[in-house]
């Protein structure tokens, strides 16, 4: 879909059929970002079903965010080798699947493995929905199509605890996975209808990076396997130590690798020689970071500190998805004119001092505040996601677009599922506590008050508000000069 300009030269209007479009890739980016916290407010049930300690369950949770990480480089080598609409609807079958044998794991094994495969449908949806919808868009209209892609990001994970909320007080657990299995067919009948055909292949097939493959998955898995174990074992087990060294390890020799191979890597390492891309990309790994913590926080905090019932704290979520619904189409109409300068580090702010509350709550801290700290903390979070986006689309050159988006989503997903080791990891004090106490949930609280701290000063990093489209034949890959402060 290309670009068209209205009269005077103004950016045109987001048609019907780009709105279309981006409508049809929400209903299946929603799923994925839902079903990232959907099981967030039962972690105690399943817990209790199936007999297993935080340590073990969290992986329920963990194995998700983990597997849509590891799913999306091979995604991007996918899109460009077999085309977007095939493998989008590979990755909504996938997610169906998945969800399918869910509903039915017979044990806590059995359970997190069907995550992982609920996971890796997730990671393929992900990154074909932005390059599709920003390539749609064009640079001219990216800052207000990520403002409407951005509600599966950061609504869909805010949603997720208050509809696992609903189904587990009406219903038993089964059905928060239940649930996927309409609108997944819905979303795939749907992108059958409204994308367009593949182009057929031209030129010699595109090599898959499997070395890089082999090096940066198991890399990501081995940091996060330990930090989960610390939180039952300590730091100083052998399991942790061996899983942080492999984990390094396995990192190391994947930068080598990138810059070295004659092929394109599955994270390409050259992107972050830009200022702009490498602040964009920090700020979305510690959104997910922070984003993610929270939302597997709230949940606990309100059943054990508080002793709400799971639809009570799921409820309690509400201004939190409240503050994030409101604040995404503000950012979306602001950020092509105010810049991802001045709104990101205004939403890290507001992230941060929700948090903070948190940290000094205990079980006689008043509702109203809490209520008062999580729509704070949810504006602040859709003031970050969408100018965040398009100013990332706005660092790199158009071949670049789609490793760009594999980049952003990796360490998204890798930022929200070391942010949940992180927060399980201190709510068991390093292996200290079997239970988490109210102390351990204001120590835990004060990581995504960390990681807002860092997203504002990344965020003045980010490009102003942009300027002028460049002239054609501009360098490629320069930073964008016409960006205003």
């Avoid at 330990?226 to 939180?231: D, M, N, P, V």
């Avoid at 599955?266 to 939302?295: I, N």
Wanted: charged share 10%.
């Amino acid at each position: 879909m290309a670009v068209t300009k209205a009269a005077g030269g103004e950016p045109a209007r987001l048609d019907a059929a780009l709105l279309t479009l981006v409508g049809v890739m929400v209903l299946g980016g929603m799923m994925s970002y839902l079903d990232a916290t959907i099981v967030n407010v039962g972690i105690s049930t399943l817990g209790g079903e199936f007999h297993a300690t935080l340590a073990t369950i969290e992986w329920v949770t963990t194995g998700y965010l983990l597997a849509v990480a590891l799913a999306i480089p091979p995604a991007g080598w996918a899109v460009v080798r077999f085309g977007a609409k095939r493998m989008w609807l590979v990755g909504l079958s996938v997610f169906l699947i998945g969800s399918t044998l869910c509903a039915f794991a017979p044990n806590t094994e059995s359970l997190i493995a069907f995550r992982v495969v609920q996971g890796f449908g997730g990671g393929m949806v992900d990154p074909i929905m932005m390059t599709v919808v920003a390539g749609a868009a064009g640079p001219a209209r990216v800052g207000r199509v990520m403002g409407l892609v951005s509600v599966p990001i950061t609504l869909g994970p805010v949603l997720g605890p208050l509809i696992g909320g609903l189904l587990l007080d009406n219903f038993s657990w089964e059905w928060m996975f239940l649930v996927n299995i309409p609108f997944a067919l819905a979303a795939i009948v749907l992108a059958i209808r409204v994308l367009p055909a593949d182009p057929p292949p031209s030129g010699d097939p595109v090599p898959f990076d499997a070395l890089g493959g082999a090096l940066l998955s198991p890399g990501f898995a081995a940091i996060v396997f330990a930090l989960s174990r610390a939180g039952s074992d300590g730091f100083g087990s052998t399991e942790v130590i061996t899983g942080l060294a492999v984990g390094v390890a396995l990192f190391a020799a994947y930068a080598v690798h990138a810059l070295r191979t004659t092929v394109t890597p599955l994270l390409d390492l050259r992107l972050f020689s830009s200022k702009g891309f490498s602040a964009g990309v920090t700020t979305m790994f510690l959104l997910g970071g922070g984003l993610f913590s929270l939302l597997f926080l709230l949940p606990l905090y309100y059943q054990q500190v508080h002793g709400h019932s799971v639809l009570e704290s799921g409820l309690l979520l509400a201004p939190l998805g409240l503050g994030t619904l409101i604040g995404m189409p503000v950012a979306g109409n602001l950020a092509d004119r105010a810049g991802a300068r001045r709104l990101v580090p205004a939403g890290a702010l507001l992230i941060g001092a929700g948090a903070l509350v948190f940290t000094g709550s205990g079980p006689g801290t008043s509702q109203v505040a809490l209520t008062a700290a999580q729509f704070a903390a949810g504006f602040g979070m859709g003031l970050v996601g969408a100018p965040t986006m398009g100013s990332v689309y706005r660092t790199v050159p158009g071949d670049a677009v789609a490793g760009a988006t594999g980049a952003v989503f990796i360490l998204n997903q890798i930022g929200a599922s070391l942010g949940i080791a992180v927060v399980a990891l201190i709510l068991q004090g390093g292996g200290s506590y079997t239970t988490p106490t109210a102390d351990t949930f204001a120590h835990a609280f004060w990581w995504p008050v960390a990681a807002a701290v860092v997203v504002f000063v990344a965020g003045l990093l980010l490009p102003g508000r942009p300027g002028p489209e460049p002239a054609v034949g501009a360098a490629a890959g320069a930073e964008p000069a016409a960006d205003h402060a």
